[in-house]
């Protein structure tokens, strides 16, 4: 039933309508709170209609309706009902519509359903505008007492608190929706800026090296998915190669700056002067003079080279220690030997820090561990550490293995032990293969934020296009 006869408008319209949208309870479906109050309006007053109708630019829309009947949803704006009474910011009363000149021409008064009877209570919102009102309707006249108002503008006080109730709980979810959004979108920011900068911590890939198998894994356990973990094999000018593995103090961007800076110092220097040792020494004057305000920085490392690569069946190696734990040669023959250079101090902790050397020989079947302590403070099920004892046991079964195949097995058992969740792991192979063997070549940089074991791939192989490469 709609009528589109020209209705009065308030002066404040523009910002009333506004003030309606706010609410976003136009065309909403039947709701019990507000079937409540129409229900209780009728019973206290003994009208047959009650209704909670909302003031739309050319429609009253009711919100909850008794007595009406069904199919009703709303009646046009037309002056004399609830079109008039949101002009006043009192109660609006009529005692007998029929005779009265303000409802008269009405269509509900004339027409169906004969109302003779109408008092509105305003539905007004703390800023003062009249959303639409609370109505007891009769088709009988009647008179109106003062407790009567009083009571009819409560019905329509309640109606208000309920939609303000509404509005600041849908504005909260919105509003936590928003938050949770930003939550999850930082947290993606800062996971893709960790990957990036972890990659740039790390060889993108480890260089083919003649007569050698090489092979690496990178395991992050802490939850910034940055660790200080790193290692590195690159060539040197004069034919000799280069590697390291190392291990810096404490996690995160800070520990990531030392990485960075450890990394690329011990690559400088290899450069300028390959000798493990001056490689350590001039490693640890870098880090005294770069933190000296007290907040010690140091790291563990082993640096090596590697002689006669590809041109004998031997490979020299040459490895200095700093604090750093032992690596172990796997010979062809299943013997495993620590290869430890005894005396080595932390790096970076000392200015007089003392480093020691070893040497040894890789033979045709031999292979080089080197690794970080998430491998070797790893725990058995039954509570021991790798590292007591148990490793070099566990090694020797790998005999004879490729340096791919060395590297798949530890990520194996990385994978049934119990790791701290500040223990990262890296993994560096070097073996040379038996005589007639194929050699390969594999790096891997894994890091799992949920701290299981990572399938080893190549960091450059799954970069998406779009990341930058690692430095």
Known sequence: MIVTEQALVPADEEQR?????RYAILDTPPDGAFDRVTALAARLFGTPIATVTIVDEDRIWFKAKRGLPDGVE??????GLCASAILHDTLYVVTDALRDPRTAANPLVHG??????YAAAPITT????RLGTVNILDTRPRSFEE?????????????MDELEMRRSATRTVALERELRARVEAERARLARLANTLQRTLLPPTLPEVPGLEVAAHYQIASADRVGGDFYDLFPLADGRWAFFVGDVCGKGS?????????RYTLRAAATYDPDPLEVLKNLNTV???????????????????????????????????????????IRGDGTVESVHPAGGQLIGLLPDAQFAVTRLRLSPGDTLLLYTDGLSEARTPDGAMLGEGHLPDLLSGLAGASAPAVVASLRD??????QSQSDDTALLVLAVPAAGAATTTTATAAAAADRSPAVDRSPAADRSPDEPSPS
């Open 17 to 21: 309508l506004a003030a309606v949208r």
């Open 74 to 79: 709303q009646t046009g704006r037309v002056p």
């Open 112 to 117: 169906e359903p004969g109302v003779r009877f």
């Open 126 to 129: 703390h800023d003062g505008h």
């Open 147 to 159: 407790a009567d108002l009083a009571a009819l503008g409560d019905l329509a006080a309640i109606v």
């Open 254 to 262: 800070r520990a990531a700056a030392l990485t960075s800076l450890t």
């Open 287 to 329: 880090l005294q003079h770069e933190y000296q305000d007290g907040d010690a920085r140091y790291c563990t490392a082993l640096f090596g080279l590697l002689s006669g690569c590809g041109g004998q069946e031997e490979v020299e190696v040459t490895l200095a220690g700093g604090g750093h734990p032992p690596a172990y040669a």
């Open 413 to 418: 058992l990385l994978a049934q032990t119990v």
